[in-house]
């Protein structure tokens, strides 16, 4: 299991998502993680090796790297990338969730065969309803998760660039010796990139969640100012067992898109009044 | 063979299991085996040769690692995933021996073989029920258990999960008291500290999945007891039919519904 197999994972998902969703996986993969493995990976390949303490104590250049290294930025960047794409497995998982629903609803109203089954893995999921949520939370984890570790980063590297002489003197360096980082520019180089895709991830998060917010309100007020559809199902005597099977059945007939195409396709059922606001 | 091989054979396993079966794979593989591949064992790839001792005595370094490290922390968390993952083979071979004997039982022309064709049946998911769940439970007990072991194996030989930066060894053919150096000390606590932390979520997604499975179990049981009392008939079939698919509908339209009436 590696960052191929995490691509592999993640591309499902791609599909469900919406177009700047896309543009930040692909910023993702080709920005960050591939920049990472061909690249980074190999201008802090040695960085322990070539940290060159003035000094022959043994121990001291172990102890300086350890005091100044706390831990390597390639492996917090490793950590950042699959922390940040990791929240789109949520929507991965209720997407999963809600086809399993609609092929338990072709099974009891009899559209059960292959055709139909497979048209449902198929189709594309509209970002509407508890889905809208689970979209919106994994966007909200994704800004946390980048912003967490921005910080991360800032607190254990103030300053983003990399020096090329640090002075130590921690146990068993017997005074303050000078110790010399391996390529430090080209370090600073790639922090500074890496931290520039971050920034433009997170922009992109935010201009996707601000898409989303937009889009779900003008809907609503999209169905707020045409009551007709909306008043003849959903107003009125709520909790008589008629209007919930009149609301039932209206739902049935005016289902998610693609499913009343299914059925419509095989049934022959003409297209009725406004769709459901979840579409 | 290698994690690549493992999650091509546990994906097929991936079919039968329960939702947090499904979510404990996807923990299992991206917070686990994926940290380990990329980045743990950078980590602790140099732990040997960057291992330094405050002498010149031939031997006393290799003594020593040897000594403060009787096995790796990298070779046993690849230990501990794949015995870990390898119970899940148990339902996999349950349910091929379960598809052989449909396949059978359709070869044979039996009337009460339901399946069309040999496909079917290789498609088939089955129910976590009968002989499978006891299979599964058995599955997941295992799980549990060897998580345990390999923990409590770590604790015992690191004593703690932190790494320390300075080591005292005395073990021949040191001269005396000599102080070691163990490399990026802090990065390894930081890790280790990372796995602990995710083999709990997993343990704990392991306990819920019994516990899921313990209460369908029981509560089947009951629904049998109750409705072998009741007679059953075609209406109450149709009617149950019926609530079943309201409630399909409106679970999916549920926000829908709120968001009109609000």
């Not at chain 1, 998060?205 to 917010?213: G, P, S, W």
């Not at chain 2, 870990?84 to 071979?93: E, H, N, R």
């Not at chain 2, 990065?187 to 369908?216: D, G, H, P, Q, R």
């Not at chain 2, 029981?218 to 629904?223: A, M, P, V």
Request: aromatic residues 12%; proline residues 3%; contains cysteine.
């Amino acid at each position: 299991m590696n960052w191929a197999g995490l691509y592999t994972v993640l591309s499902g998902v791609n599909r469900h998502s919406t177009a700047i969703g896309r543009i930040w996986l692909s910023v993702i993969f080709i920005f960050r993680i591939m920049v990472l493995v061909v690249a980074a990976e190999s201008v802090w390949g040695d960085e322990k090796s070539a940290f060159t303490c003035n000094t022959q104590q043994p121990g001291c250049n172990s102890v300086c790297y350890d005091h100044f290294f706390p831990i390597s930025h390639i492996r917090l960047w490793a950590l950042q990338l699959i922390l940040v794409t990791t929240p789109a497995l949520l929507v991965a998982m209720h997407v999963a969730y809600q086809q399993h629903q609609e092929k338990k609803l072709l099974m009891l109203t009899g559209h059960a065969d292959a055709k139909h089954m497979e048209e449902v893995k198929k189709h594309k999921m509209r970002i509407a309803g508890s889905l809208w949520w689970t979209y919106v939370c994994s966007v909200v984890f994704r800004l946390l998760f980048e912003a967490v570790f921005m910080y991360i980063f800032y607190m254990l590297y103030p300053g983003y660039q990399m020096m090329r002489l640090v002075k130590c003197e921690a146990y068993p360096c017997p005074n303050t010796v000078d110790c010399f980082i391996s390529r430090p520019t080209e370090k600073t180089i790639f922090t500074v990139f890496m931290l520039v895709t971050s920034s433009v991830c997170i922009v992109l998060n935010m201009a996707e969640l601000i898409y989303l917010v937009v889009r779900a309100c003008a809907r609503r007020s999209q169905h707020s100012s045409n009551p007709s559809s909306a008043k003849s199902s959903f107003y009125g005597h709520k909790h008589s067992s008629e209007y919930k099977q009149n609301e039932i059945n209206q739902l049935l007939t005016e289902q998610d898109g693609s499913l009343k195409d299914m059925l419509r396709r095989n049934s022959g059922l003409q297209e009725k009044g406004d769709r459901c606001s979840a579409c | 063979m290698d994690w690549g091989a493992l999650h091509t054979i546990l994906g097929g396993v991936n079919k039968h299991s329960t939702s947090i079966g499904k979510i404990w794979l996807t923990v299992l593989f991206i917070f686990r085996i994926m940290i380990l591949v990329v980045a743990a064992e950078r980590v602790w790839g140099d732990e040997q040769q960057d291992f330094v001792c405050n002498t010149l005595q031939p031997g006393c370094r290799n003594v020593c690692y040897d000594h403060f490290f009787p096995i790796s922390h990298i070779r046993l968390w690849a230990l501990q995933l794949i015995f870990v993952s390898t119970p899940a083979l148990l339902v996999a071979m349950h349910v091929a021996y379960r598809r052989h004997e449909k396949k059978k039982q359709f070869r044979k022309g039996d009337q009460k073989c339901e399946y069309k064709d040999i496909e079917e049946i290789r498609k088939q998911r089955f129910r976590i029920e009968g002989s499978l769940w006891w299979t599964y439970t058995s599955s997941i007990f295992f799980r549990l258990i060897f998580e345990a072991v390999f923990m409590y194996a770590f604790y015992f030989m690191y004593d703690g999960f932190r790494m320390p930066r300075l080591m005292k060894c005395n073990a021949w053919p040191c001269p005396n008291t000599v102080d070691c150096f163990v490399s990026r000390p802090t990065e390894k606590t930081v890790f280790t500290i990372f796995m602990i932390a995710v083999s709990s979520i997993c343990i704990l997604l392991n306990v819920a999945e019994l516990c899921y499975l313990l209460t369908k179990f029981f509560l089947r049981r009951s629904k049998k007891a109750g409705n072998s009392k009741q007679q059953p008939n075609h209406e109450n079939k149709e009617e149950t039919k019926q609530n079943e698919m309201n409630e399909l509908i409106s679970d999916s339209c549920q926000n829908t519904v709120i968001g009109f009436s609000s």
